[in-house]
């Protein structure tokens, strides 16, 4: 091909989609080759380069396509990233500080070096690469070899049929919500949040299944539905040790790269809720048996409730599922108040004119019971702008004590208590079980989304 054959008609022709030249002599099948080879090029999906090129290289590669080529051919994305750090200080040779690719491989390994750089950040600021997450990677990808390797033997022993129990539904959800989030991270080029999503969070929802599994054991199809997600969602950051597990531990045929994304139902963020709050509830608890039977660190009125810490305890778990009294009606005029297209609400004295002219605000007493709504108020405004309207229910989008009673053993076991029992805040005979304790009741009243527990010798 000579500079001279290159005539604005074969520019067109090739690049912007002209006609097909009629004077120039270079043959049919050449010019079509030449067009099938830009077209298979362009155009181009992502170009990846350092920040301090966006004001020169990359916004004249905008420019450039722009004023060349038709919208068609334009530049799909561009993905920029800092400087790479190492072990939080600048690479540079005169200090030492320096580490190559060959280096790191040799040093960790290929697939802790991309987990480490996986984690070391996502956009433009500046990346860390830390040696010491490098060294955990290889621990812990071991050690989740090993564990694959003891439930593949141990398969004989595990609960068969489909997943029934609560527990079950939560791990299944958790993975379901796993596939979702990595899948949208990788799509972003967001790889330390892939990385949290698809084997950090992952791994935590294993441990907490296997926590709450108890005696009845976990279920094995669920197990091995877990260790083919794992596997494929970590595999663009740790291929060698994903396509091990695949090939050698899970016996699949063909390679992990090319097995596909994971499927996966839409999550029940209903049901993540819910275990958000049976999990909540279990810490809360603990603190409250902690303090109840060693008494508080701060001194309070009336001398604090102790309990002999080698009795057998009974624990008594009070709820309310639903606001009532002042608090409802605050929750109402919010709701009045809010507007969900701009999730925001109307001026500060417009509420309070609402609640003024309310059946709070006709009280006698209603001085003194501004005083407790104003925090209210605010705390229901500010959860709500984050969670969105539905902070403003009267009761949460589940039963807790649904939620409560299927987990029974899971709190006991949790809380080493020798028996648990789950009670309406507004039964009256529930209060009186409480006994003389029913006081710590009154100091701490149970609310939706926050139970409260007490604990007696048995």
């Known amino acids: 091909m000579k500079p001279e054959q290159m005539t604005d008609e074969v520019w067109d022709f090739v690049f912007c989609g002209g006609p097909q030249p009629q004077s120039s002599d270079i043959p049919s099948s050449v010019l079509n080759q030449m067009k099938q080879e830009f077209e298979y090029w362009y155009p181009f999906d992502l170009r990846v380069s350092g920040k301090d090129l966006i004001q020169n290289h990359l916004t004249f590669c905008i420019y450039n396509h722009t004023a060349i080529m038709s919208k068609r051919h334009w530049p799909r994305g561009f993905r920029c990233n800092g400087h790479l750090m190492l072990n939080s200080e600048k690479m540079s040779k005169s200090t030492g500080n320096f580490k190559t690719l060959r280096q790191s491989i040799e040093e960790f390994s290929a ?8 984690d070391a950040g996502d956009g433009v600021d500046d990346a860390n690469f830390v040696s010491e997450t490098a060294n955990a990677a290889i621990l812990r990808l071991t050690k989740e070899l090993s564990w694959m390797e003891e439930v593949l033997e141990a398969e004989s022993s595990l609960r068969t049929g489909p997943p029934s129990t609560y527990a079950d539904r939560v791990f299944a959800n958790d993975m379901n919500i796993a596939v979702k989030l990595t899948e949208q991270q990788y799509q972003d080029f967001m790889f330390r949040e892939a990385l949290k999503t698809g084997f950090y969070d992952l791994q935590a929802a294993r441990d907490e299944y296997r926590l709450s599994c108890g005696t009845g054991g976990m279920n094995r199809d669920l197990l091995w ?29 063909g390679f992990v790269v090319k097995a596909g994304w994971p499927l996966a ?34 001194a309070n009125k009336g001398a604090p409730v102790t309990l002999q810490t080698e009795e057998k305890l009974r624990g008594l778990i009070y709820v309310n599922e639903q606001y009532d009294g002042w608090k409802a009606e605050c929750l109402r005029i919010l709701q009045n108040k ?10 500060d004295g417009e509420i309070m004119d609402a609640l003024k002219q309310s059946s709070v605000g006709q009280a006698s007493d209603f001085k003194k019971i501004q005083k407790l709504c104003m925090p209210f108020l605010k705390f229901k405004k500010d959860e709500a702008i984050t969670l969105g309207a539905q902070a403003l229910d009267l009761k949460l989008p589940f039963g807790e004590i649904d939620v409560l009673q299927e987990n029974l053993d899971l709190i006991r076991r949790q809380l080493g208590l020798e ?40």
Request: hydrophobic share 40%; glycine share 2%; with cysteine.
């Open 111 to 118: 697939d802790a070096t991309r987990f480490s750089l996986a």
């Open 338 to 347: 809010y507007n969900r297209t701009t999730s925001s609400f109307a001026p």
């Open 225 to 253: 539905r877990f260790m083919d997600v794992q596997t494929r969602l970590i595999a663009p950051i740790c291929p060698h040790y994903a396509e091990y597990v695949w090939r050698v531990l899970l016996k699949k045929d």
């Open 419 to 458: 028996e648990v029992e789950v009670l309406s805040a507004t039964d009256p005979n529930a209060l009186t079980m409480a006994g003389n304790l029913v006081s710590l009741l009154q100091q701490n009243p149970p609310s939706p989304g926050n139970p409260t527990a007490i604990f007696l010798a048995r």
């Open 265 to 298: 139902a839409s999550p029940d963020l209903t049901l993540r809720s819910a275990n958000k709050y049976l999990q909540d509830s279990i810490v809360l608890m603990r603190k409250l048996l902690q303090k109840q039977i060693f008494g508080s660190k701060k």
